[in-house]
């Protein structure tokens, strides 16, 4: 299940479709961490006005402490420690701004590495040849989407027959790429895939080995998943399937025909 973009085509049901991913966690998070790029740079730009106004001083108070010592008057020692200390000071202060700066501007720079990470690796909408579950030539604007076995293995377009076709959140949903979850919340969606797949069924190719009425029975292509080649099909034939077309449903459909099974439910 997913959401596309009819780009072209039509002839005899098959389409160009772009295929749209989920952006919206990875599109707020670069807008935060751009927030944070912004604090830092203001932050920085404040340390950097701080630290030219410490130099200053700290020029000031050398040329003071210069000027006491030359003169080498008795009355001046303490004068003289009571600028070094002053100086000491402001020295230790500039120190620990300038530690400061360069600790933020460590910090910017690898808030910029997560934004370049994003940008460079978010992945692009790809546009794939897919045929539309029915004899639909007129499909435009979003579509949903059917994944066989429940992954991009195969791509195909919902029915079309009365606009059935039209994107629906609710039962289309969208694929989010990996880039835009968490690496525990990544490696928990991996790890359930193939029994989510098996267990949790969406749709299922196979042909048709006999009718009665408006029921078949189906023999199910091979399915495996993505992960490690893992067979995700929990029975081989189905029984009983009820037929649904456009408006002639069990006429359009003969013995031997290639179909898309779609489970109610996501049962077997």
């Known amino acids: 299940m997913g959401k596309g973009m009819i780009v072209s085509g039509g002839k005899d049901g098959r389409y160009q479709v772009k295929l749209l991913f989920a952006r919206d966690r990875i599109t707020k998070r670069i807008a935060a961490f751009n927030q944070q790029i912004a604090l830092l740079t203001e932050q920085i730009a404040a340390l950097d006005s701080e630290i030219l106004e410490l130099e200053s001083e700290i020029a000031f108070l050398k040329l003071e402490a210069q000027i006491l010592a030359e003169q080498d008057r008795e009355g001046n020692k303490k004068e003289i420690e009571k600028k070094n200390n002053e100086l000491t000071k402001k020295i230790e202060e500039h120190y620990a701004k300038k530690r400061r700066k360069f600790a933020l501007e460590l910090m910017k720079t690898a808030v910029q590495k997560k934004i370049d990470y994003l940008n460079d690796n978010m992945p692009a ?31 195909l377009i919902q029915p079309g027959y009365s606009n059935a076709s039209a994107y629906s959140a609710a039962r289309d949903g969208i694929i989010e790429p990996a880039l835009a979850g968490t690496p525990a919340g990544t490696f928990f969606n991996w790890a359930l895939l193939p029994g989510w797949q098996k267990w949790k069924p969406t749709y299922r190719s196979g042909y048709i080995t006999a009718k009665d009425g408006v029921f078949c029975d189906v023999a199910l292509d091979e399915s495996v998943s993505s992960i490690k080649d893992l067979d995700v099909n929990a029975v081989s034939f189905l ?6 077309y456009m408006e002639c449903n069990e006429v359009a459909f003969l013995v031997g025909d290639h179909v898309v099974v779609q489970f109610e439910g996501q049962s077997w």
């Not at 029984?239 to 649904?244: E, K, L, R």
């Open 239 to 244: 029984q009983n399937v009820p037929m649904v």
């Open 125 to 155: 909408d790809e546009t794939v040849e897919a045929w539309c579950a029915d004899l639909s030539r007129n499909l435009k604007g979003e579509v949903g989407t059917v994944e066989i076995p429940g992954e991009r293995a195969i791509v």
